[in-house]
């Protein structure tokens, strides 16, 4: 590549970088033409970025506005860029400014009650073990009296999630884990959380592709099967998740007759 060539390469890298701080197009490159000129008027910005004319005035009159020019009230007009340091800060700060506002207006929007029927059977699908990992502490995370986790594979127990299980339940949280596997059962038991084996009806596996389940104070779940790679299906506070949820707890734990216990407790390695 030709020094001209790789110039030209570099003043678009630095165009593009000035666009994400805020800047236009023609503002970006009228300063980048700014910082080779040393000073310039309209014709010399027009003739070293191409710009129209008549579009660089506009242009430098928004970067005076920005405090990123000084202007020299000559005929015609001369540009001067401020120090880089100057420029910096001030685009860095005009940055930080918009993006604190954009988020502080999205936490409104989150946070204003939607339709309700537009919200009521919203059900999600996600894919991959990482985001699934991601949802299922979050689920966990929201739990106000009790949380139901089933799995046979620790793969699909992340560490983050049991230490969230872990401390809810020291905060008076009920925590019941539902699985095949002694180690698994045998380390929630250790911290004092309720560990049961799965009912023998619901076991067969030469034809089991679940991976993992998460029920949540009996109005939000997580259940993920395997295929090619992991997919799970979430919703949280929908008639959906009260009832399916409650369909998959009397399967696995039986009616919730004051949420007893199974009497199965541990007794299947």
Known sequence: MSDDARSDADDEDAVVALERLGLSN?????????????????????????IP???????????????LVSVQQSRPKRYR????AEARERLTAEFERDREAAFDHLERVR???????ERQEDVWTITGSDAIDTRMTALAEEADERVVVATDDATYLPDETFEVLRHFHADGGEVVVISRTAAIRESFEAEGMVAVAPPERLVDPEN?????????DGDALLLSV?????????????????????LLRQGLLGPADGDAVPHNRGDTA
């Open 26 to 50: 023609y503002e970006a490159r009228s300063f980048v033409a700014l910082q080779r000129l040393g000073t310039g008027t309209a014709r010399d910005i027009h003739e070293e970025t191409d």
């Open 208 to 216: 089991d592709r679940g991976a993992r389940l998460v029920l949540v």
């Open 226 to 246: 395997l295929a090619d790679e992991e997919v799970a299906i979430w919703s949280a506070h929908t008639t959906f998740a009260r009832v399916f949820g409650d």
């Open 81 to 84: 860029p401020v120090e880089l």
């Open 111 to 117: 946070r204003e009650p939607g339709p309700s029927e």
């Open 53 to 67: 004319r008549s579009q660089v005035y506009g242009a430098a009159d928004e970067l005076e506005e920005r405090g």
